[in-house]
């Protein structure tokens, strides 16, 4: 399954004869495909955090991670400002005190108890 495959965690995936990734490493908010289908109003839901980015990294794993990071988070940023006249945006940051690991789930329900009622507050002063 190519919706898994990240990038130095798992291989790439042969789909109809061509590798793929994870989806996740080249259009992680597809934003430009909501606004060209007509989208009037679009919650773009921010899962990164830049205060993970104040430490340097260490180790190889950690020098990946903070590159894939900021890779999709200029993508996102990039993708956000093309939109950012063409549609109504609503942009949900939930920024983690302390994120886990790529590949720690130890608190997979207290970070998604976070991100619900993070986006359940944004939606409800955006009116939604």
Known sequence: M????LPLYFPPVW???????DGGVTDNSPLAAAVARGARRVFCFR????AD?????KGLLEVHN???HIAIKQGLDRDLNA??????LVVVDSCLLSSPSLLDFSRSEELIDQAYNTSLA???EAGA
């Open 122 to 124: 944004a939606l409800s």
């Open 47 to 50: 899962c990164d955090c830049d």
């Open 83 to 88: 939109c950012w006249e063409k549609t109504k």
């Open 2 to 5: 190519a919706s898994t495959a």
């Open 66 to 68: 903070r590159s894939f």
């Open 15 to 21: 789909v109809d004869g061509e590798q793929c990734v």
């Open 53 to 57: 980015l104040a430490q340097p990294a």
